[in-house]
């Protein structure tokens, strides 16, 4: 059963394609100016699972954003509902504190119930030095300590997220991509492809929006298979937002819908 909190914190991997290395740098990730979002910005996802024709609602995630003076703190919290516990359990925590002036992490945690598995990650970055300092536990278990020099600048699960809502998709031509970088557990490039631009989407309980749609790049192998394809459709406002994720799974579809919003830097308004 694919994780439900990942449909959203892992939108944007896949292997065997480009490295950002091989892919011309149009936007600096390193350090890109916040556009899109602030603090008191919070946003809440309703996850579907599709079982042959039907749509079952399976979990919520909700993202909270404080302004924390010269950074910001972001946490996460996914959960299955109630009627869904009996298939598969969900309730996961996730935090990531980030710089306000880079957009880049300078620590990530996250402590995972899924089923009968439990663990929780600790990195702490040190983006100058290009190094991170990471924890691993279980319940009942050492503590795995380790560090990983970095090639660069890195993003976690988080930060990737709200570092890609302030790209500038005026930019790009459709189908054209872009890298970045990110670490969980290692380091990794990821691919980012605008499949369609400013186009008109029926988001349900949201009306009719202008939206971008990127096909992130999944790394295959950790969480996804190497065939998984996510298509993510972010607002084509001044918020950036993705408004629904949707991806196959072995049996049927996984979608995330945007379901509750307050504190947006700019309003949402739905096209007639």
């Not at 292997?15 to 936007?27: A, G, K, R």
């Not at 699972?49 to 404080?66: C, D, H, M, R, S």
């Not at 309980?205 to 999944?218: D, F, S, W």
Request: charged share 25%.
């Amino acid at each position: 059963m694919i994780n439900l909190l990942l449909l959203i914190t892992s939108l944007w991997w896949r292997s065997n394609l480009p490295t950002p290395d091989s892919i011309p740098p149009v936007f600096d990730l390193c350090n890109i100016p916040n556009d899109s979002w602030q603090g008191g910005e919070e946003i809440t996802y309703r996850l579907y699972y599709q079982l042959n024709v039907f749509w079952i609602p399976a979990g919520e995630a909700t993202f909270k954003v404080k302004d924390v003076g010269d950074r910001y703190f972001i946490s996460i919290d996914g959960k299955t509902i109630s009627a869904f516990e009996w298939f598969y359990h969900v309730d996961d925590h996730y935090e990531s504190v980030i710089d306000k002036k880079t957009l880049l992490p300078l620590s990530f945690s996250r402590d995972v119930h899924e089923g009968k598995f439990q663990w929780w990650d600790k990195f702490f970055f040190d983006q100058k030095g290009h190094k991170v300092h990471a924890s691993k536990g279980w319940p009942g278990k050492e503590t795995k300590n380790y560090d990983v020099d970095l090639s660069g600048c890195m993003h976690d699960m988080i930060s990737i997220i709200y570092g890609i809502r302030n790209v500038d998709f005026e930019k790009l031509d459709q189908g054209q991509k872009f890298g970045i970088k990110v670490f969980v557990e290692e380091e990794y490039p990821l691919t980012v492809e605008l499949t369609q631009k400013n186009t008109e989407t029926k988001i349900h309980g949201l009306g009719k929006q202008m939206t971008n749609v990127i096909r992130p790049e999944v790394i295959s192998g950790h969480f996804f298979n190497q065939d998984t394809r996510m298509d993510v459709y972010i607002s084509a406002d001044g918020n950036q937002l993705p408004l629904e994720i949707e991806s196959p799974v072995s049996v049927g579809k996984v979608r995330a819908i945007l379901s509750e919003y307050k504190g947006l830097k700019h309003p949402l308004v739905a096209h007639e």
